[in-house]
């Protein structure tokens, strides 16, 4: 006797655990106002340790005693420091730069043109591992790599008589589940490092990570990625799917996938030359030992190539969106250059308002010392256990993945831990770097299993275009194999580079 399964019907109780995390998650503020809070609890907490007589002794000895954000003292600080806080915040002008080149790209088409003929000519037996690395090349999208791939993918996935949920999913995992890693340098690098350089310079004024410091690792982590979701999908899902998710007959069809016109080739064309003579440039004007864009010593770790990595990256995708808006006639005048500059930062205003409360709050943070006592209590009680890294990598992992449910945002999140892992893990001779590359594992792959974040919302909504009755149970239950295998290979990527003593990046030694 057999059984068909598809007739079987979901058990509640994973539905209702679901609406448990989803309406918890609800509640929670907006980042903005969770910084604002938070810097509440911190005035609060402060008045108290600061009572207590609590003293935190810094690495170099020195005595650092709490000192007390509600008090007079505390409450003048904190009113005339705010713009300083602010423009001292070293996200905000890499993020800014770096982000002002990709406007330009973004809003002449080009990166749109690019996803669309990177997956035009496919053949089914590669569609997912192509899908799948083609995701963690638009990270460098930001939201646009979601809002044009994920429905994309189902377009592709259906033409070819395969099924478009199992397309969706696929994009949703590359994008969301490996949200950190990539094979070129995307916004993400610039914005983690610069958070990460404001924790680190607790322990270390002098400290900088640069974007490029964990780019070795996440390189090979997208290579990585892409082989565990082509094998989960392709070799489970993607059956389970169709069995169980099949299409509505009298679903409204999608809008086919159009190929691209003679002016968007020919713009792609153009935009590839224009970018082999940009970066062959670059190399060439590296070569010289007392080239500007070598270090003072005639280095190219220590250089300005390296240091100023933003500013060559906005240049580039400056480059290719101009040199494909003058082919496609999006670019008439060089009025229009700028135009579309600013038309592609309104979509990212909310990160800078973002980042004015963090910035508050860190430098609250930082004032108060309460992050230099949390820090080295925590390094001597980790000390204290006797455990070794890996165990407390682990543990870091957890923490993260679990707060991650209700948290979201990659930089809202590690503007909130990073100032404690960071420094603690600093005085146990753990590098920043190495906290940051841990951070990208636990931030990523929880991310296609939370009802809280807008790009499981958004995958929930195309696959309800193909079947009406699809629900947040049933996305779970496909994103959550992948979310388990995600974050086991991962993590043991980590832990054998680790123990090999691989360079994270240049200059950036993993231990």
């Known amino acids: 006797m057999t059984f068909d399964t598809s007739t079987i019907s979901r058990p509640r109780i994973g539905v209702r655990t679901l609406n448990v995390i989803e309406n918890v998650g609800n509640r929670l503020p907006h980042p903005v106002w969770l910084f604002a809070i938070l810097s509440i609890i911190l005035a609060l907490v402060s008045a108290l340790l600061s009572a207590l007589g609590m003293v935190a002794v810094k690495p170099d000895g020195e005595a650092a005693p709490i000192n007390n954000l509600a008090s007079l003292e505390g409450v003048r600080f904190a009113l005339s420091s705010v713009i300083d806080n602010f423009m001292a915040f070293p996200p905000l002008g890499v993020a800014l730069v770096a982000l002002l080149g990709l406007a330009v790209a973004d809003r002449s088409g ?35 790599g979601y809002i044009i791939l994920i429905p994309l993918a189902g377009i592709i996935y259906r033409s070819m008589g395969r099924s478009p949920i199992t397309g969706a999913l696929v994009a949703l995992a590359a994008l969301s589940g490996g949200s950190s890693a990539s094979p070129i340098l995307i916004p993400n690098d610039a914005i983690f490092s610069g958070l990460t350089t404001a ?29 565990v979701i082509t094998v989960v999908v392709d070799g489970f899902l993607s059956k389970r799917i169709e069995r169980r998710l099949p299409i509505d007959v009298d679903a409204e069809e999608s ?36 080239s500007p864009l070598r270090g003072e010593d005639g280095g190219i770790i220590d250089s300005v190539l390296i240091d100023s990595v933003a500013v060559f990256l906005a240049l580039f995708f400056a480059i290719a969106g101009t040199v494909y808006g003058i082919s496609v006639k999006k670019i008439r005048t060089s009025a229009d250059i700028p ?25 609250y943070f930082n004032w108060t010392n309460i992050g230099t006592l949390i820090a080295t209590s925590g390094a001597h009680f980790l000390e204290g256990m006797n455990a070794p890294n890996l165990v407390i990598f682990g543990g870091m992992l957890l923490i993260v993945s679990v707060m991650n449910f209700f948290i979201t945002s990659g930089s809202a999140q ?47 909504g195309i696959m309800r275009g193909y079947r009406k009755d699809v629900g947040i149970g049933s996305l779970f239950s496909q994103t959550l194999p992948l979310s388990i295998a995600l974050f086991i290979v991962w993590t043991a990527v980590f832990a054998l580079w680790y123990l090999i003593g691989l360079p994270l990046g240049p200059g950036a030694p993993v231990r």
Not at 210 to 218: A, E, H, K, Q
């Open 414 to 460: 590690w503007s909130l831990v990073g100032p404690v892992f960071v420094p603690m893990f600093m005085l146990l001779d753990i590098s920043p770097e190495t906290t940051t590359a841990l951070y990208r594992i636990a931030d990523s792959c929880t991310n296609i299993i939370t009802p809280m974040s807008p790009y499981f919302a958004l995958t929930l």
């Open 255 to 290: 809008a086919r996938h159009e190929p691209l016109s003679t002016a968007e080739v020919r713009g792609l064309r153009n935009v590839g030359i224009a970018l082999s003579v940009y970066i062959i440039g670059l190399i060439v004007a590296t070569i010289p030992t007392g």
């Open 339 to 363: 135009d579309l500059a600013a038309d592609g930062l309104k979509d990212i205003t909310p990160i800078f308002v973002l980042f004015f409360a963090v910035s508050q709050f860190l430098a």
């Open 110 to 144: 080009l990166i749109t043109a690019f996803m669309r003929q990177s997956l035009a000519r496919v053949s089914p037996r590669f569609l997912t591992p192509v899908v799948a690395f083609t995701g963690s090349v638009a990270h460098v999208a930001g939201d646009a």
């Open 199 to 227: 924790a680190a310079q607790t322990v270390d004024p002098d400290y900088v990570m640069t974007p490029v410091g964990n780019i070795y690792f996440t390189v090979v982590s997208s290579l990585f990625l892409t082989l």
